[in-house]
T-cell receptor, first 114, second 111 residues
Framework: AQKVTQAQTEISVVEKEDVTLDCVYE???????LFWYKQPPSGELVFLIR????DEQNEISGRYSWNFQKSTSSFNFTITASQVVDSAVYFC???????????WGAGTKLIIKP | DTAVSQTPKYLVTQMGNDKSIKCEQNLGHDTMYWYKQDSKKFLKIMFS???????INETVPNRFSPKSPDKAHLNLHINSLELGDSAVYFC??????????FGQGTRLTVV
């Protein structure tokens, strides 16, 4: 069965600290996609990244980086030098092969204090 | 231009009423979705349409009925609203297997 676990319910750090959000997934498929979305206080869901199961290459985009490890079924998200504007709820999600739906983690609320 | 737009953004209504939420996407995507986000921020899919055909219909009360008049539109009609229907409803669209883009959400409050 598909499942996405974000064990960290809430994380609070001081601005400029680095922070890592954990995501562990379960799937029986060999073809699947992993996603991260951001939901700021304004409420919209913003796509951040997609990674397919055949591409374990880590990715960096500015202060954001993602570490995908199939061996541990993890797809972790790190924010370097956090800023107050990074405060949001972050969701990790999974979709399998030709399946059309996203299976969501419960989200991690990230609070960046000035 | 807004990629996925849903209206209204806020909807306050009394129990027992019938209401609709409209969604339109201009991205040329072949798949559209409705998701529900509860008060604890948990997201769950309700329906998915691919090329106007219903392909996912999760365990949702039959008071909820999606309608897809064409590939660019997926509306959600809710009959006999109940207090427990209060939530944020998100419309989204995607190409198959690719990231979904979401509307701004509709906050439904049933009183």
């Amino acid at each position: 069965a598909q499942k996405v676990t974000q064990a960290q319910t809430e994380i609070s750090v001081v601005e400029k600290e680095d922070v890592t959000l954990d995501c562990v997934y379960e799937t029986r498929d060999t073809t699947y996609y992993l996603f991260w979305y951001k939901q700021p206080p304004s409420g919209e869901l913003v796509f951040l990244i997609r990674r397919n199961s055949f591409d374990e290459q880590n990715e960096i985009s500015g202060r954001y980086s993602w570490n995908f490890q199939k061996s541990t079924s993890s797809f972790n998200f790190t924010i370097t030098a956090s800023q107050v504007v990074d405060s949001a709820v972050y969701f990790c999600a999974l979709s399998e092969g030709s399946n059309y739906q996203l299976i969501w983690g419960a989200g991690t609320k990230l609070i960046i204090k000035p | 231009d807004t990629a996925v737009s849903q209206t209204p953004k806020y909807l306050v209504t009394q129990m027992g009423n019938d209401k609709s939420i409209k969604c339109e996407q201009n991205l040329g995507h072949d798949t559209m979705y409705w998701y529900k986000q509860d008060s604890k921020k948990f997201l769950k899919i309700m329906f998915s349409y691919n090329n106007k055909e219903l392909i996912i219909n999760e365990t949702v009360p039959n008071r909820f009925s999606p309608k897809s008049p064409d590939k660019a539109h997926l509306n959600l009609h809710i009959n006999s609203l109940e207090l427990g229907d209060s939530a944020v409803y998100f419309c989204a669209s995607s190409h198959t297997g690719v990231e979904a883009f979401f509307g701004q959400g509709t906050r439904l409050t049933v009183v």
